[in-house]
């Protein structure tokens, strides 16, 4: 009887506390954060959600940055080593951040990434609590900010989570600067991340918070619908992006399963012509060559890297067909021919729309320079697929004219 006394008292204590609504923290007045001199072209590593949501660990982190060694996706530019959700323990008396039993020492992890010439990034909210239900930076940013920092993070995706359970949209880019303020005062150069799902047009004040990219969309699933819809919605947001601020449609699903090879050659390309992050987001510990060719394919991420930073736009649209051109350094341009219809099209170019003057054409999947003996060039894209050229003038540096 007293045990059962005691178990409802302290089951109404446990009650009540959960139920004790979080005090709403005062929100600093805005500002301009100044940029970080960060992600002068868009990031581009690894992220553990797509495929491990709550199961990765310390021992898992390393074998995904002995793996970006390994295959080599270093020289195509993956960089970055990315734990989202799922890390935090406890705040200790002090309220320092803990890693839970997952990661013994992340200090001890960092080193490890930086020994091998990577970069790691971590994961928090602005909230009280993450999407997974672990410890949030609410009230705690400056602290959390120099705990990184002692730890030697480099990236913080900051999903926005349980605070919209506190603050209201209009409250978001408040809520945001805290933690770019954070990050602005602390010696270390830390990528910011923001995460909150494309909502109050982050695009517009995202890089004023101190961001570096901002998500524009849901989250991103391994399938056709996910990616092509979250892809092709992105036009309209090409000015707010440039060196040191990118839109971010969400991590890569290359390689996780649930589209075809020509599916995520689209999303690749989608990818790079929007000059997203490019964050693989699959096992780079076995992945298929095929993968490693989708992933890493250097022509492809170049034009993702491009130094104009300058996202894409459509040139036409006829039907499940549309052209985007994408301007690059050097008076160069990108082309995608992409065919979103469920059979392969026959889709046409007018040179003369492009690039005047004297050009090369090449295409970026297959690795090849295109004859350019007509005015129009015709080719089958297939079903889901795309085809995508590198258009520049003759005589640029760097241009190799093919062989003839
Ligand atoms: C949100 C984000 C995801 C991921 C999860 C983690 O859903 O949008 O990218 O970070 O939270 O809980």
Request: net charge neutral; hydrophobic share 35%.
């Amino acid at each position: 009887m007293r045990f059962l006394s005691a178990l409802l008292f302290f089951s109404s204590i446990w009650t009540l506390q959960a139920q004790t609504p979080v005090p709403k923290l005062p929100l600093p007045e805005l500002k301009e954060i100044p940029w970080n001199k960060l992600a002068g072209r868009p990031p581009m590593g690894w992220n553990s959600w797509n495929k491990f949501q709550g199961k990765v660990d310390d021992k898992t982190v390393r074998e995904i940055a002995d793996a970006m060694v390994r295959t080599r996706m270093t020289d195509a530019g993956y960089l970055y080593v990315n734990i989202d959700d799922t890390w935090q323990g406890e705040r200790d008396a002090q309220g320092k951040i803990h890693p839970n039993q997952k990661f013994p020492d992340m200090k001890a992890l960092a080193d490890y990434i930086h020994s091998k010439g990577l970069l790691i990034g971590i994961y928090s909210s602005p909230g009280p609590k993450t999407c997974a239900g672990y410890e949030g930076s609410y009230g705690h940013e400056e602290q959390d900010a120099q705990t990184y920092e002692e730890w030697g993070i480099d990236y913080l995706k900051y999903d926005w989570c349980s605070a919209g359970k506190i603050y209201s949209d209009a409250e978001m880019r408040a809520a945001y600067q805290k933690m770019g303020s954070a990050l602005d005062k602390i010696a270390r150069p830390v990528v910011f991340s923001l995460c909150q799902y494309g909502r109050d047009e982050v695009w517009k004040w995202g890089s004023k918070v101190g961001g570096n990219l901002w998500r524009t969309t849901d989250d991103i699933q391994d399938n056709w619908a996910s990616m092509s819809g979250i892809g092709f919605r992105q036009l309209e947001l090409a000015p707010y992006a440039g060196p040191g601020h990118w839109n971010d449609p969400d991590m890569l699903e290359v390689g996780n399963g649930g589209m075809t090879d020509d599916e995520y050659r689209t999303h690749m390309s989608l990818w790079s012509m929007l000059a997203a992050p490019l964050l693989a987001g699959n096992d780079l510990r076995s992945m298929t060559p095929k993968t490693l060719e989708l992933l890493a394919n250097k022509e492809v991420i170049q034009i993702d890297q491009d130094p104009l930073g300058k996202p894409a736009k459509r040139l036409s649209k006829s039907g499940d067909q549309e052209i985007w051109t994408r301007p690059l350094a050097g008076g160069a341009l990108a082309v995608a021919l992409f065919n979103r219809g469920a059979q392969p099209a026959e889709m046409t170019l007018q040179w003369k729309q492009l690039l005047p003057g004297n050009i090369v054409a090449r295409d970026l999947w297959k690795h090849e320079f295109i004859k350019r003996d007509k005015e129009s060039w015709t080719t089958s894209v297939p079903r889901h697929g795309v085809v995508l050229l590198r258009l520049s003038k003759i005589g640029t540096p760097g241009v190799r004219t093919p062989v003839r």
